[in-house]
């Protein structure tokens, strides 16, 4: 399918005309940013160009009476159809403002619960532009959002791509601005470490809140300080991650690794970790304190 | 990933403390565009034996962090010698590009210690586990512009949109932007569009000038926050014409208004010059 991005001069004139036009984001179909831009600067002009390839047909699940219970689909379905877009245009507040005023109106309308009575501008400024900067806006914007989580966490060595994000699954948005406002998430092998290591304690059982969230970040934010984070393999910061927790905690528990046993042998040689090893080549390994 | 100042609780080689004595270690970068690709080429330096032992032994090696902010791009790139050419994708970069060189251990290091540290570390040896910063050279930054064409001329950096409303109202300025946006309701709008082609040295000093004063006042402020955005960079090349960096320096010793007529070239002169000549020819029509 095509898709299109705004044009320089719409983006500027809509941006700048949010309260004039406020009502119209409540219109079932986008033909007011035509007639609008007709008025503006002539006739055959159009606020929106198609971008230089096309995509993948996609349809954004709409079904959840919550629409924020439809993110966890939405980051897969987003991602997997716009996977091939490069990082810089995926910077590009064109593409994001294009996409949400032409192909995705109706996704928008659901996403950003729009009704007649609490319509204000700022909620329009902030979900259908970057208005809080280009880099903070990447992680609000609801379609760049998907799009940076996804890119972030999907892991094309795995069977399935998107695991890492089953944490995310619940309280999506304010987990997404908690675990990306951290440089270090740039780098997917340290978002999918955290991420991955926080699925591992979930499914042994522990519930993991916002404290202990937020510690966890603020564990690897400190472990930055010391060691350059990047150097380390997804499964060696995950195991950090994990063995801190454990100690926080204190609590221990098995978990049942799905790396191959060549790159958790390597890490036994390094670590000193103790591990039980199970006959039918699975993993499992007692977590102790560790000292990183 | 920018180096910051700090304490590190073990002994590492960086020429802003004094853990090692007779050592030092940088990295001489370069990079090149090449068509869709950027080429970085690094040499490091390194006096320090043992630690060069080290990287020999397979124990510690050479990295470089790169990182692309504003399209949240990081990565590393290992070397065990001492020249590393990479090869980056254009897609990838936008804005600034920081690199910075560090020596890491590559492995669990125990009882680390090293014959030129401070003597401050006499007899203490360190247990260093898997990726342990060891060494961190000058970090450097570059800056990737994606659109030159944009970036040649001063107007090009502002654009002036219509508000959509009849009420009087102030003039709007925007530099959350790549271009400073300035709006004007209906009637300034028109006015404005009639009068640009003719009287462009009288707008540009009631309407750009205080506009760019405005935003020099923002950047003195708040100056990482807009560097990335085009119209800084366009400022920036107009600086460097008068061989003058726009940094946060120069932001600091001028004034805004100082700062705003040297990038529109003393626009108030060009204004009055116009206005004289606009009342002659009032005044002959009269």
């Known amino acids: 399918m095509k898709i299109h991005f705004m044009k320089d001069e719409a983006l500027t004139y809509f941006k700048g005309n949010v309260d004039a036009n406020l009502q119209n984001y409540l219109c079932k179909d986008n033909s007011w940013i035509y007639e609008r831009y007709a008025i503006y600067k002539g006739e055959d002009e159009s606020p929106f160009a198609e971008f ?69 501008a700022n909620k329009i400024e902030r979900n259908y532009f970057f208005s809080l900067g280009n880099k903070r806006s990447l992680i609000v914007h609801p379609l760049a959002r998907m799009w940076w989580v996804g890119r972030l966490i999907y892991d094309s060595h795995k069977k399935e791509h998107f695991s890492a994000l ?31 290591a926080i699925v591992v304690i979930e499914l042994n059982g522990q519930k993991v809140g916002r404290s202990a969230y937020l510690e966890i970040v603020r564990y690897v934010n400190l472990l930055g300080g010391i060691i350059i984070l990047d150097y380390l393999s997804e499964e060696e910061l995950k195991e950090k991650i994990l063995n801190h927790y454990c100690e926080v ?32 080549g699975i993993i499992s390994k007692q977590f102790v304190a560790a000292h990183v | ?36 690709k950027f080429v970085l080429q690094a040499n490091f330096n390194l006096r320090n034996i043992e630690l060069e032992k080290l990287i020999k032994n397979g124990q510690a090696e050479y990295i470089l962090h790169i990182e692309s902010p504003a399209s949240s ?58 990726g342990t910063i060891l060494a961190i050279g000058t970090q450097q930054i570059f800056k990737v512009d994606k659109e030159n064409e944009d970036l040649s001329q001063v107007p090009s950096i502002f654009t002036v949109y219509k508000k959509e409303t009849i009420e009087e109202m102030p003039v709007e300025i925007e530099l959350n932007d790549n271009k400073i946006r300035i709006g004007l309701n209906i009637t300034d709008y028109e006015n404005y569009f009639l009068n640009v082609q003719n009287k462009a040295s009288v707008i540009n000093a009631f309407l750009i000038y205080p506009t760019l004063i405005f935003a020099f006042e923002r950047i003195k402020e708040s100056f990482d926050e807009y560097t ?37 070239n003393l626009p108030i002169s060009k204004a009055l010059l116009d206005v004289g000549t606009t009342f002659d020819n009032y005044e002959e029509e009269q």
């Open chain 1, 52 to 120: 230089k390839f096309e995509v993948p047909d996609f349809q954004l699940d709409m079904s959840a009476e919550k629409p924020e219970n439809t993110d966890y689909n939405n980051v897969q379905i987003l991602y997997t159809a716009l996977k091939d877009i490069s990082d810089t245009q995926a910077s590009d507040e064109r593409f994001w403002v294009g996409l949400a005023h032409s192909d995705l109106w109706e996704y928008m309308q659901y996403r950003c619960k729009l009704k007649i009575d609490d319509i204000v």
């Open chain 2, 1 to 36: 990933m920018d180096i910051k100042y700090r304490l590190y609780p073990h002994p590492v080689l960086w020429d802003k403390n004094d853990d090692y004595i007779d050592s030092s270690f940088d990295c001489e970068i370069e990079l090149t565009r090449e068509i869709k």
């Open chain 2, 73 to 130: 791009y990081r990565l590393i790139e290992k070397s065990q010698g001492n020249k590393k050419i990479i090869k980056l994708a254009d897609e990838h970069l936008l804005g600034k590009i920081s690199i910075c060189p560090f020596i890491v251990t590559k492995e669990h290091v125990i009882d680390f210690t090293n014959s030129n540290l401070n003597e401050d570390y006499n007899g203490v040896n360190f247990n260093l586990c898997k």
């Open chain 2, 228 to 264: 990335d955005y085009r119209w800084f960079k366009a400022l920036e090349k107009m600086f460097k014409k008068y061989s003058l960096e726009l940094d946060e320096d120069l932001v600091a010793s001028k004034t805004s208004i100082e700062l705003a007529q040297k990038v529109m």
């Open chain 1, 249 to 280: 905690h204190n609590v221990s528990f098995n978990f049942e690794n799905e790396e191959s046993l060549s790159t958790i042998e390597q890490i036994v040689d390094n670590s000193q970790i103790p591990y039980n090893y199970k006959k039918d």
């Open chain 1, 166 to 196: 089953e944490y995310m699954k619940i309280d999506f948005s304010t987990k997404v601005l908690s675990l990306f406002s951290s440089n270090f998430t740039n780098n997917p092998t340290i978002t999918r470490s955290i991420l991955n």
